[in-house]
């Protein structure tokens, strides 16, 4: 059995409702407990220190240590440098 088409007044609702709910989202989705979920930025380097990091995460990469992304690299320069209160452990 096929359904009837809406008629427009009950679409309408149906669009304010859906409207109304997508404009009370959050731009991270859902709101999660977790206050060290971690997420996406953008950041402007010059191209001689994204180099340098790149090659400095690269090292740390083939020789096992700590800190093997650009990321941990960023993070963990500005929880020693004071910027940011973290745990101060390595990745």
């Known amino acids: 059995m096929v359904n009837p088409p809406r008629g427009p007044a009950h679409l309408c609702q149906e669009i304010e409702s859906t409207t109304r709910s997508l404009a009370d989202r959050t731009y991270r989705g859902a709101e999660s407990s977790m206050d060290f979920a971690m997420r ?3 950041i ?6 994204i180099h340098d990091l ?3 995460a690269l090292k740390n ?3 096992k240590g700590a800190n093997r992304s650009v990321s ?3 993070r963990y320069a500005l929880i020693e440098s004071g910027v940011l209160a973290g745990n101060g452990t390595c990745e």
Do not use: F, Q
């Not at 402007?44 to 220190?49: A, C, E, S, V």
């Open 44 to 49: 402007n380097l010059p191209t001689w220190m």
């Open 72 to 74: 941990a690299l960023v």
């Open 61 to 63: 990469k083939r020789s």
């Open 40 to 42: 996406p930025i953008t």
């Open 54 to 56: 790149e090659e400095i």
